[in-house]
């Protein structure tokens, strides 16, 4: 089970970090990732780190602003999300996979997501 949680109302230019508490079977994830859904769009990849190596990946978009990172002792992976824009606003979502992938397909496990708001 995931928590996903830190969002919320922003101006553009400002940061927020998202967080994503894991819980359960936690043994059996090797990745999270972060994924964005805009209003009227598609859900799309930000980033997703694996627990047991160095690989991360983000989406281009993202890349030089935003960082994941996770605490193996917390079981929770974090999104810290610098020089935000206004078209950074979407519902973020965390999600385990068995493998680090960045289809939204490959997660199998959902977290509820939380609202993240920026104004220009």
């Known amino acids: 089970q995931l928590q996903a949680s830190g969002g919320g109302f922003v101006q553009a230019g400002d940061s927020l970090r998202l967080s994503c508490a894991a819980s359960?079977?936690?043994?059996?994830?090797?990745?999270t990732g972060w994924f964005r859904q805009a209003p009227g769009k598609e859900r799309e990849f930000v980033a997703a780190i694996s627990w047991y190596d160095s690989s991360i990946y983000y989406t281009e978009s993202v890349k030089g602003r935003f960082t994941i990172s996770r605490d193996n002792t917390k079981n929770t992976v974090y999104l810290q999300m610098n020089s935000l824009k206004p078209e950074d606003t979407a519902i973020y979502y965390c999600a385990a996979s068995p493998s680090l992938l960045t289809a939204p397909g490959a997660y199998n496990s959902w977290g509820q997501g939380t609202l993240v708001t920026v104004s220009s």
């Open positions: 359960g079977r936690t043994f059996s994830i090797y990745a």
